[in-house]
């Protein structure tokens, strides 16, 4: 049988590697030949490292520890005093420590700072400013005086409420700031709602 000359340059290829003992190197003109060692450890490596960059990343997002604070929709309070607000775990692992404290504004007074209040009754039991342990996805209500039924000021008015909490295992504090503005629709109700903290010292909205 006749070779063409590609042909015959390639066989001649063929048997010099096989007497210096080494594996033709993969190319278009032989797509049949196994792949070479150094390519395959290249390979595996890379995909080793892909994996742990996924299963890292993916580790932080499940427990990441994240909490939230919102007004409670179903609120109709006379005051910033006793609105209430809900403190969510939205993270997958337990918040410790979970504290706040708030820096209220109305049209009378200024800057009514409340920290650690506390209260507790036979039915209700313990309401406070310190919450302690919260389980991941639960939230929890509280309002800013702790249900002692203290009156200072009424709406319009503005709340600024800085919360931390521990995390788990690393014993590191994280805390965050939430700013809410009283709100009344044409029944008469009023609740607080999330706004976008001012930059300068903040003022009771008009109404």
Not at 88 to 95: F, I, P
Not at 162 to 175: F, G, K, N, T
Not at 176 to 189: I, L, M
Request: with cysteine; net charge positive; proline share 7%.
């Amino acid at each position: 049988m006749n070779l063409s000359r590609q042909q015959r340059r390639y066989k001649q290829r063929q048997e010099l590697n096989k007497r210096r003992g080494t594996s033709a190197v993969p190319n278009s003109a032989d797509p049949g030949a196994p792949l070479s060692k150094p390519f395959l450890m290249r390979t595996k490596t890379i995909f080793a490292i892909l994996s742990s960059i996924v299963t890292i990343t993916g580790g932080m997002y499940v427990y990441w520890p994240s909490m939230e604070i919102t007004g409670v929709p179903w609120d109709n309070s006379t005051s910033p005093m006793d609105a209430k607000f809900f403190f969510k775990n939205t993270g997958n692992v337990t918040l410790h420590e979970v504290i706040f404290e708030c820096t209220i504004n109305t049209t009378m007074i200024r800057d009514i700072h409340t920290s650690r209040n506390s209260s507790s009754y036979p039915i209700t039991g313990e309401k406070s400013q310190v919450i302690g342990d919260l389980a991941p996805r639960t939230a929890i209500s509280r309002d800013c005086v702790a249900d002692t039924r203290m009156r200072l000021g009424s709406h319009p008015s503005n709340i600024r409420i800085d919360a931390s909490y521990v995390w788990p295992l690393i014993s590191h504090r994280s805390s965050f700031t939430a700013y809410f503005v009283s709100e009344t629709d044409a029944t008469g109700r009023t609740w607080m709602t999330p706004e976008k903290l001012p930059q300068e010292h903040p003022t009771v909205p008009a109404q």
